[in-house]
């Protein structure tokens, strides 16, 4: 079997890992597993995030192991690939993950039974983008005055008036 260090100084040169991330996804054998078997074909660092972010903070929650999760590699996995390709937003993500927990459900359909999918209609962001304007025509003005800073509260206007399910990459550009 592989030794630890070995482990560790794979994950780092094979994922591109920080060290400190690699000795604690290989603290624990299960826990090495689950973590190759969700960076498999994926980005390794946002699962690396995942795991050592809201999938650790849930199981320390609840006293659970990795093995007991109710969260398959698969599924966090699907998780990661929603965000990637641009089908949830990082927000909406952490609402679907916690009701994955909740339920063990695949994140694909609990974001299409809820509707969760983020909005990335040019069209219909630029609405609700010309709707946010023409409410806000003071702050337009104190805008084209020099206020630049404004521009991230009509953005979370927007984002406000959608939701949360605009794109905000797209209501930013």
Same mark, same amino acid.
């Given at each position: 079997?592989?030794?630890?260090?070995?482990?560790?100084?794979?994950?780092?040169?094979?994922?591109?890992?920080?060290?400190?991330?690699?000795?604690?996804? *290989?603290?624990?054998?299960?826990? %090495? #597993?689950?973590?190759?078997?969700?960076?498999?074909?994926?980005?390794?660092? /946002? +699962? !690396?995030?995942? *795991?050592?972010?809201?999938?650790? %903070? #849930?199981?320390?929650?609840?006293?659970?192991?990795?093995?007991?999760?109710? /969260? +398959? !590699?698969?599924?966090?996995?699907?998780?990661?690939?929603l965000i990637v390709d641009g089908t949830i937003s990082g927000r909406i993500a952490k609402e679907v993950f916690e009701i994955m927990y909740e339920t063990?459900?695949?994140?694909?359909?609990?974001?299409?039974?809820?509707?969760?999918?983020?909005l990335s209609d040019s069209g219909v962001i630029e609405s609700i983008i010309d709707s946010v304007l023409s409410e806000q025509a003071e702050k337009v003005?104190?805008?084209?005055?020099?206020?630049?800073?404004?521009?991230?509260?009509?953005?979370?206007?927007?984002?406000?008036?959608?939701?949360?399910?605009?794109?905000?990459?797209?209501?930013?550009?």
């Amino acid at each position: 079997p592989e030794l630890p260090d070995e482990k560790k100084d794979r994950f780092v040169s094979q994922y591109g890992l920080s060290a400190y991330d690699a000795g604690i996804l *290989i603290g624990d054998k299960d826990t %090495a #597993a689950f973590f190759e078997q969700v960076a498999l074909g994926r980005d390794a660092k /946002i +699962s !690396a995030n995942w *795991i050592l972010g809201e999938f650790f %903070a #849930a199981l320390n929650r609840d006293g659970v192991s990795v093995k007991e999760s109710p /969260i +398959s !590699a698969e599924y966090l996995g699907g998780l990661i690939d929603l965000i990637v390709d641009g089908t949830i937003s990082g927000r909406i993500a952490k609402e679907v993950f916690e009701i994955m927990y909740e339920t063990g459900s695949d994140p694909a359909e609990i974001v299409q039974d809820r509707g969760l999918q983020q909005l990335s209609d040019s069209g219909v962001i630029e609405s609700i983008i010309d709707s946010v304007l023409s409410e806000q025509a003071e702050k337009v003005s104190e805008y084209y005055k020099g206020k630049e800073k404004l521009l991230g509260f009509f953005v979370g206007q927007v984002m406000k008036k959608s939701e949360g399910k605009a794109n905000p990459k797209m209501v930013n550009e």
